[in-house]
């Protein structure tokens, strides 16, 4: 009789509150019921909520401990060595006497500096020699190689090797080949009768010379990434286009540029901050006369490393080197702004 009434309770009971009272079965008596695990209207959802918040926090330091590492490296090995120089730019030093403050003056003096200017107007002009160049050969490069022909592979290792050699060795080599008299390439234009070019030592040709090596190494490595993205590129969107009759020039045009922007704002981004931060190259091929010559090739590194260590001016060599910081930050921040609204991540 006692089992009837129960039974009767709970069929009585309106829709879903009794259901929810006795656990799903109402069978488990009124202990369950009581303090039971679901015991009222919101208890489920409260308990939902801090079950995925926990487990966002517990992904959340798992995310840190990963890039944790990497955290600490980029903290050390980039955010404190500018905030550092960013420092020392502020006093007069020598490396070997104490830093005396001076506040502003290595960039009161700067502003006013010639050969400061000159080193930046050199920078951009080596930018300008190197980037677009290095950009469309790589482009070229990387639709020629992006084939399944015997032996690409081969030849898309070949193109990186250059970008791996040791580029103080490199320098070395190319000054010999760049030798106004005994030079490789002068001795190979002698066949055809032109005269002796004295590359390195005209103050015209030094600086193209010099960024036609800087073309050389870097033009395979650029190559990869854009490899990287014409291989994810969809085949049934170039199929599409032949379907409705596109030419070769219309889909590269049409379909390879527009989602190549994504690798084409990293490659922009990446060359343009390693063209500015060019040094090794322009030491080796100008050595004894550094940035020569009559500073035709003194770009802002080297001038950033004779201040510092021929003049021993640790503090102005800081505040260029700030110079170098903020016009990186300038052009990669307008690199950003440019692509933003230009670039499609997603292919579909």
């Given amino acids: 009789m006692q089992v009837i009434d129960v039974s009767a309770s709970v069929e009585s009971a309106p829709a879903g509150r009794g ?14 019921t009581g303090a039971g695990t679901t015991g009222g209207p919101g208890a489920a959802p409260r308990y939902g909520r801090r079950n995925r918040a926990a487990q966002r926090t517990r992904a959340t330091l798992a995310g840190y401990a990963l890039i944790g590492p990497s ?3 980029v903290v050390a090995f980039l955010l404190a060595p500018v905030v550092i120089v960013g420092v020392i730019s502020l006093f007069r030093w020598n490396l070997l006497s104490s830093p005396k403050f001076i506040g502003l003056a290595n ?5 006013h500096d010639h050969s400061v200017w000159h080193s930046v107007l050199v920078t951009f002009m080596y930018v300008l020699f190197t980037i677009p160049v290095q950009t469309v050969l790589a482009l070229l490069l990387a639709v020629l190689l992006n084939t399944r022909l015997r032996g690409v592979r081969v030849l898309r290792a070949v193109y990186v090797v250059p970008w791996m050699a040791t580029p103080v060795v490199m320098g070395e080599v190319w000054r010999w080949i760049f030798d106004g008299q005994n030079g490789a390439l002068n001795s190979f234009l002698s066949v055809f009768g032109l005269g002796s070019i004295s590359w390195l030592q005209s103050t015209s040709l030094a ?7 800087g073309i050389w190494s870097s033009a395979g490595y650029t190559m990869l990434f854009f490899l990287a993205g014409l291989q ?3 085949e049934h969107l170039y199929e599409a286009a032949r379907v409705d009759g596109a030419s ?8 390879t540029m527009p989602l190549l922007r994504p690798t084409m704002f990293f490659v922009l981004v990446t060359s343009v901050i390693g063209s500015f931060q060019v040094f090794d190259t322009v030491y080796s091929m100008t050595t004894p006369v550094l940035g020569g010559p009559a500073d035709a090739t003194s770009v802002l590194n080297l001038k950033i490393y004779t201040t510092a260590f021929q003049l021993f001016d640790d503090g ?12 990186l930050l300038v052009l990669t921040v307008a690199q950003v702004l440019y692509f933003r609204k230009r670039t499609t991540y997603e292919q579909g």
């Fill in 248 to 255: 070769q020039a219309q889909q590269f045009f049409r379909i």
């Fill in 232 to 234: 994810g590129i969809p």
């Fill in 207 to 213: 600086l193209p010379s010099v960024a036609a090596v």
């Fill in 316 to 327: 102005y060599a800081s505040a260029i080197a700030m110079l170098l910081f903020g016009l």
């Fill in 19 to 32: 259901a929810a009272g006795t656990t799903g079965a109402g069978t488990t008596g009124a202990g369950t």
């Fill in 71 to 73: 955290l600490i490296g």
């Fill in 107 to 111: 960039y009161r003096r700067m502003a």
